[in-house]
């Protein structure tokens, strides 16, 4: 009994930094997005502090998976949570990576005049904090729908990529002094695409741990999904 | 006694099964590439059908893991062994995805005349192809030389994808019919520099493994390494 209510603690512990994680990753998204909008490179140098304790946070959750697997001896459902959890805690990691490339680029176009005025950018990124936010909640209740709506809403992010991207083009072909800012920007959106596609690896982790069916290729219906 | 020759049993047939998703993987970085300089969409088409196999490799991986991990409830290093395999198949997962990426960005290519001789590019993709497989060897043969070199690699690839991009930036800015096929080759360069990435993840993990110490971020005297 008291093994028991030991190990429902620790588990409560694992989910509870793994929140902080996701908060963190989340924030780190709006601030390099922030700053690009405010041209304000401080908010940038924020993002590359966090992403510090982004990092400490991956490793003592990793620590504390390994010491439940190897102290507790954990069998079926809570086996799989800890394995999840260790994957999940390498998805957000790899989001904060992705908010520190966005201030690399915010860093180069803040530099010059603003090529255009921003608008799918900002919208990108708010889904992008969106679905981490909803995958990482879809783990901790255990909600298969919610995590299902984390896929359909990666592919809007993806419409959104392939837009920005076509009228960016258009730019760089018409007017080749817009080159280098066009393609920085272009670089943005994939680095919030791949958020998204971050964010999908949780919700598909979230879905194959509570319906114990591996949903990531092809097994379903849902079309193979590829980190793009 | 048994019991013992029976785990060591599976856990040799865990990493031959990563050693079949690693050559898959080097497989399809070789063929991606190729299919570009050859101008032969048939060699992309096998790059999608290896990508299938590379997906059932990693179920089948996962699965094996988790039945040791619930069946045998190892300890201590057999656990990072364990947990270790979780990770590395993963990343070689998304290296197939990379591959298919480029695939991607050839059948866009090869529609076109040929923009320039393509010199950096196949360098890179041996590059890039020499440090999956040696991120795996360093894995079985839990050899942290190897894995170190890998990391030196890296930056190599990420140097010569610098390098690739400044020299598309000229070609786009004096020649803006040349702007979609430079950018399908700067996507081709950052989809192979992700692949050293992914190795990078992999030579990490070994370092761990081997050394109980955690290298990923800034713990020694390596820069932070990041998923750009």
Redesign the interface.
Known sequence: MTVHRHFDKELSLLKEKLLTMASLAESMIHKAVKSLMERNQGLSEQVNAEE?KL??L??EI?DL??KL??LK?P??KD??LI?SA??ID?ELE?IG??A??ITQSVAVLIKQPQLKPYIDIPRMADLAQKVVRDSLDSFIKQDVKLARSVLARDDEIDALKDQIFREL?TF???D?SS??RA?EL?LISRHLERIGDHATNIAENVIYLVQGK?I???IEEVE?R???
């Open positions: 510090k990092n400490l991956e490793i990793d998976c390994l697997l190897a001896q069998m079926a086996l799989r394995t260790m994957r390498s790899r990576d992705m520190v490339n083009l760089m072909i018409s080749p080159i280098q393609l272009i591996d990531r290729h092809h193979p590829r980190h793009r």
